[in-house]
């Protein structure tokens, strides 16, 4: 079938599934202890979508012109038998990339696994590599090894170049910008620093923690010469640039600073079956209602295709230049996934 397009002519090209709303930290840039506690009542497992459920939904995704695949939480590999999904989604027809998104802390343990299934690539969040910044971010006793031995791995298993995504939050950990830098130079990992961003309604945010993009390319350019790189393919969200000295490359993502909305060709899954047209959505489109009521897969592709080609989100521009846009609150990262 012929590629679609929304109406700021944005192809959808990549789909991002979220197998979980659970997660084992408390990030509270995503879901801040005060909010995701102990009585949190999160999805039962009736209410996810079953892997059969995700397959068929990637599969008619795959039919309109999706090609890459991301599977998100909550934290992925908490969802049981994830390796099996994997297998199901590496065979669909017309997908070329299959990647997943985690925190890392059982990276360890599955890596392997997830390889022999089929997966492609993995990004793994780091916030720091100091265990008492990395704490703070993350809220949680969790070390920082754990994660380093997924993210190595990840590597031994062949999943790589490794993205490792870096939210910098000023006051938090925005001191341990160089010192990720420092690590990660002369490795096979893609270092990739995020701007804080205000997704959800529960992270307390606020513009002034955010750090510019431009300042962490300042400090970083300052101690190793940066040269700006091409961007590696239509519709990438990260700047690229390249040391000076051979050592590898990092990457940016100013989200907040400069919007990239216009260019945006992705779709998010949640894992009980809405489909959400931008991260900063405040509503999804009930797909496992469809799946559940015996809908077929054209049935299905017709639903995506049309709220796709109704799909008008640019909530990062709307927010940049002052407008307001609807005002409703938004859904949680953690439950559509980053």
């Not at 993502?253 to 899954?269: K, N, Q, W, Y």
Request: charged letters at 30%; one cysteine or more; aromatic letters at 6%.
């Amino acid at each position: 079938m012929a590629q679609i397009a929304d109406r700021l002519k944005r192809p959808l090209r990549d789909l991002r599934i979220s197998v979980t709303d659970r997660c084992n930290l408390r990030c509270g840039y995503c879901m801040p202890r005060e909010v995701f506690g102990k009585d949190f009542a999160f999805l039962d497992r009736a209410e996810l979508l079953s892997f059969e459920e995700i397959e068929m939904i990637a599969r008619v995704a795959a039919g309109a012109g999706v090609r890459k695949l991301r599977l998100t939480g909550g934290e992925p590999l908490l969802r049981r038998e994830l390796p099996r999904l994997v297998a199901m989604l590496a065979r669909i027809e017309g997908i070329e990339d299959l990647a997943l998104t985690t925190n890392g802390t059982a990276l360890a343990v599955h890596a392997q696994a997830l390889a022999d299934a089929g997966l492609d690539r993995v990004t793994v969040s780091l916030d720091a590599l100091e265990q008492k910044a990395f704490s703070s971010m993350s809220d949680t006793r969790v070390p920082v090894g754990r994660v380093l031995a997924g993210i190595e791995a990840a590597h031994a298993a062949g999943l790589g170049p490794v993205k490792v995504n870096m939210v910098v939050r000023r006051g938090i950990n925005d001191h341990c910008v160089s010192a990720m830098a420092e690590h990660f130079r002369g490795r096979p990992e893609v270092l990739r620093f995020i701007e804080y961003m205000d997704v959800g309604e529960t992270n307390g945010w606020r513009l002034e923690q955010v750090v510019p993009a431009s300042e962490v390319l300042a400090a970083i350019d300052a101690r190793w010469p940066l040269r700006e790189l091409p961007a590696a393919h239509e519709g990438e969200v990260a700047s690229r640039w390249a040391y000076r000295d051979g050592a590898g490359e990092i990457g940016v993502i100013h989200s907040v600073t400069e919007p990239f909305c216009g260019g945006c060709s992705r779709a998010r899954l949640s894992a009980d079956g809405k489909l959400h047209t931008c991260l900063f959505a405040t509503r999804g489109h009930d797909l496992r209602a469809l799946l559940r009521g015996g809908a077929s897969d054209d049935q299905l592709s017709a639903r995506l295709r049309e709220v796709w080609t109704r799909r008008a989100d640019r909530y990062s521009e709307l927010r940049t230049s002052g407008a307001r846009g609807d005002e409703s609150p938004r859904v949680e990262m953690s439950y559509i996934g980053g």
